[in-house]
């Protein structure tokens, strides 16, 4: 694995809920989903994770302009990566957080056993 890369999927339960929401959303076997919810464990993301501020950021040169970014409730913050990679390459802070509130099409508590697609937050 190269240093400045970080995997597209990086904890079992994104995994766990891709799978399930695959599963909820096509109608496909869940064996069949797990397979290919499990080839997206081996896509790379090139970031450096926690690199330092550039220079020019760090000594005042420039203004680092924070984006604070919401991927709604679709998919994740992963999802979205070729686009928060090009306004970080611009010269923006990208913060982009995850919902962990059930209104995320997979998410999946930290103490969740259940693999089935969350129930709308409007009911």
């Not at 464990?41 to 005042?60: C, K, L």
């Not at 962990?100 to 259940?114: H, L, R």
């Amino acid at each position: 694995m190269r240093e400045d890369s970080v995997t597209f999927l990086r904890y079992p339960k994104s995994l766990s809920g891709l799978t399930a929401a695959y599963t909820w959303r096509d109608g496909c076997s869940k064996g069949l989903n797990r397979i290919r919810a499990k080839f997206m464990t081996f896509v790379m993301v090139p970031v450096a994770e926690n690199a330092p501020i550039a220079s020019v950021f760090a000594h005042g040169k420039s203004k680092l302009v924070p984006v604070v970014f919401s991927h709604g409730e679709s998919y994740d913050r992963m999802s979205y990566c070729a686009i928060l990679g090009e306004l970080a390459s611009q010269g923006f802070l990208v913060i982009a957080l995850n919902h962990n509130d059930g209104s995320c099409m997979y998410t999946m508590g930290p103490n969740s056993e259940d693999n089935e697609a969350p129930e709308s937050i409007d009911q």
